[in-house]
């Protein structure tokens, strides 16, 4: 559904001009002014605040609503999304997904959301959640990829802004927002960091680790892009190479092999299986998406997973038909 924006109340022009926002702005990773750009919104201060600052900096600028349907009244926060973008003169898309309540609720939430809002759309994070992000990795046990979080640009455009810059920037301008209650519900892991680990942290740092944890993580983003300039030096097929290569970087191989192009880097235990098909220490190793690498003359490939039970009406020879022997 498309809803054409109502009659704006800020200007692009007012609000570049106006001195809270125009700080606000200089602090964040929008792109050129005059390109498009897509706000997943949620509204919320965060995503509410994204696509204020996006106008002011001049994007040409369409706030997304996604409606997962998993509380009741979640369909009202959408008329919240659409005044905030009548009122700042951006377009409007309200889209509605099924997600089935469940195990990995917050993961296929999220997988729903982004499949929505299509690739290269900014979100409303800020340097609170990139230090969620960082612990919560740390506690997945990610390597440097997961702690380096996420990158700042023009996806994450406000990574440099604290969660209450943007809470006083809508109370300046007067926009409205809303409270997802699910951001209280404890069997988020992300939820329980924000609201015990990190003023735990806090406490026994005897400081904000906030702006710590998000230095970190841009120290850690060049290390792991260096790495993966490393890693598209070699080959991942072949086995010889991989084999002799330092293993981070064997890693970083294997890893991009087995991400293929996708939005999710595969497991470490993956990356190590392959590896050791690669040293001729396991003859195969199955990886996810139903794939199965294997080592032939030197070479790495991965196939399909062939399923070698015989199915009904199965016209291989010797392979059940569902039907009676004949003797």
């Known amino acids: 559904m498309t809803a054409a924006p109502d009659p704006p109340r800020w200007s692009a022009g007012a609000l570049a001009a106006d001195p809270v926002v125009a700080d606000l702005v200089a602090r964040c990773t929008f792109p050129p002014a005059g390109t498009e750009v897509v706000c997943g919104v949620s509204g919320g201060p965060d995503s509410t605040a994204l696509v204020a600052l996006a106008v002011a900096a001049g994007c040409r600028t369409t706030a997304v609503h996604v409606d997962h349907g998993l509380r009741p009244g979640s369909a009202d926060e959408a008329a919240v999304v659409a005044s ?44 609170d959640d990139q230090a969620e992000t960082v612990l919560g990795n740390l506690l997945r046990g990610s390597g440097v990829h997961g702690l380096a979080g996420m990158r700042a640009g023009p996806t994450h455009p406000l990574l440099g802004l604290r969660r209450r810059d943007t809470v006083t920037l809508c ?7 809303v409270r997802d209650p699910s951001n209280d519900d404890p069997r988020f892991v992300r939820n329980r960091v924000r609201a015990e680990l990190l003023p735990l942290c806090a406490d026994i740092a005897g400081r904000d680790v906030v702006p710590i944890l998000a230095r970190q993580a841009a120290l850690l983003a060049g290390d792991a892009d260096l790495l993966d300039a490393l890693g598209a030096e070699l080959d991942p097929t072949d086995a010889r190479a991989l084999a002799a290569a330092p293993p981070a970087q064997a890693r970083r191989a294997v890893r991009r092999w087995l991400a293929d192009g996708g939005p999710y880097p595969p497991p470490a235990d993956a990356v190590d299986r392959v590896l050791q098909v690669a040293r001729q220490e396991r003859r195969a190793a199955e990886v996810p998406g139903g794939r199965r690498v294997s080592r032939t003359a030197g070479r790495l490939r991965s196939a399909p997973v062939v399923d070698p039970r015989p199915r009904a009406g199965d016209p291989r020879p010797g392979a059940s038909s569902g039907a009676p022997v004949q003797s």
């Open 84 to 127: 905030t973008a009548g009122r700042l003169g951006a377009a409007l898309r309200c889209v509605q997904v099924d997600v089935a309540d469940g195990p990995n609720l917050e993961a296929r939430a999220r997988e729903a959301r982004h499949r929505a809002l299509g690739p290269g759309a900014a979100t409303g994070h800020t340097m």
């Open 171 to 177: 109370a300046h301008l007067g926009l409205a927002t």
